[in-house]
């Protein structure tokens, strides 16, 4: 595991200080992902006592900031939880246009707030907005030979379990952050009658990642509705819990059209290791993804390849519709099948790996098979 100092600075920090010279940031992400934690170290602050953290869930801060009261000569204010107020964008439209000129504002929030955010345009053009992703290699690894991949594969990459490093933490932690997710944070978002049986359909998902999703299987084993159940998985996507990818293909190799393949924000609670493996690479390239959608603002996309007699790669990269690179995952030193070669002469995608848990590197068959380290130092993933 890397020093503890390594944590200091996440990986979006210099961006969203930079955005902050001129626009208000919004920074969005999993319940216990580090959201306050990156807004204190931009204030410089060591806890939440510092008089330019503002969280709504202080009734004195709450009071002052329906008011339309707060702290002036700040050069940064930090508003944590405004969004469990109804109206929190005009609110923070008259903060930023009377105070912008000498103040920025770090809103940081829950998946509510990235949901709400896109309700109304009362404040466009006056922000820019951020995802906070878990934990990845990129971020830890300060070693080439460090042990970071085994330890992301078994506690994740949320970081209060990561830092922790023991099972007893990791469990403890599961057990609470999937209660209050589903018991406090779907209840803000949704006004649901059979919160238990979504408790259900959580505790269900972690066999299905990596595999097309059935909502109909998913249906009949709770009992409810498909609308029901598809209404549901997209609320635990607006709670960062899972997120789905979309298939890629052109009528050239008969791609399937309408499933999608599941995966978790935190892979560690996928019992299968080669799932596990999966969940955690696809997580790495949406992190890739939606940093440069945030901070360079080109359209990104994650898919997987899979034709209806079944050949699949796992992930492949769109930027600006236009495909990077495809990647398929191996937990072992597997030589590539014929999928890719399939698949290579039937797509435009220019560059085809499979990545392992392994340390042999080579090229076959226009096909790179390398570590997965190897491959997020190539790439460059944040």
């Known amino acids: 595991m890397a020093s503890h100092s390594s944590f200091l ?19 969005s992400g999993p319940r216990q992902i580090g959201k306050t934690t990156l807004a204190l170290d931009s204030l410089g602050a060591k806890d939440r006592r510092n008089p330019a953290y503002l969280n709504w869930d202080n009734p004195h801060v709450r009071k002052a900031l329906i008011n339309g009261e707060i702290p002036g000569g700040l050069p940064l204010l930090v508003l944590d939880e405004i969004h469990k107020f109804p109206r929190w964008r005009n609110l923070v439209k008259g903060f930023f246009d009377t105070l912008g000129d000498t103040t920025s504002f770090l809103i940081t929030g829950s998946a509510r707030l990235d949901h709400y955010r896109k309700g109304g345009d009362s404040l466009q053009g006056r922000y820019h907005h951020y995802r906070l992703h878990p934990f990845s290699l990129t971020e830890l690894t300060t070693d080439p030979n460090s042990n970071d991949l085994e330890t992301l594969m078994r506690f994740g990459g949320f970081p209060e379990p990561l830092l922790a490093g023991n099972s007893r933490t990791w469990r403890r932690w599961q057990r609470e952050r999937i209660s209050r997710v589903v018991y ?33 299987s998913l249906s009949e084993d709770l009992q409810v509705a498909h609308e029901t159940v598809s209404r ?43 799932a596990r493996f999966e969940n955690l690479v696809a997580s790495h390239l949406l992190k890739y993804c939606h940093f440069l959608e945030d901070t360079e ?55 085809f790996y499979q990545v392992h848990m392994d340390e042999r590197d080579y090229v076959t068959n226009k096909t790179r098979v390398m570590p997965f380290t190897a491959f997020c130092r190539l790439m460059n993933l944040p």
Request: glycine share 4%; with cysteine; proline share 6%.
């Open 232 to 274: 549901w998985i997209t609320i635990l996507e607006k709670l960062y819990v899972c997120f789905r990818i979309l298939p890629f293909g052109t009528p050239r190799i008969r791609a399937v059209k309408k499933e999608a393949k599941l995966y978790l924000w935190d892979w560690s609670q996928v019992p299968d290791k080669g």
């Open 184 to 216: 406090e944070d779907l209840r803000d978002l949704e006004n649901l009658r059979h919160v238990a049986l979504v408790e259900l359909l959580v505790e269900a998902l972690p066999e299905r990642v990596g595999s097309p999703l059935s909502i109909k």
């Open 9 to 27: 600075k996440r990986y979006l920090q210099k961006p969203i200080l930079d955005d902050l010279k001129n626009k208000m940031v919004f920074l």
């Open 297 to 351: 603002g080109f359209r990104m996309e994650l898919r997987f390849i899979r034709d209806t007699d079944r050949r699949e790669i796992d992930f492949v990269v769109l930027k600006e519709r236009q495909p990077l690179f495809a990647v398929e995952c191996k937990s072992d030193q597997k030589s590539p099948g014929r999928e890719m070669e399939y698949f290579r002469k039937r797509t435009d995608i220019p560059e």
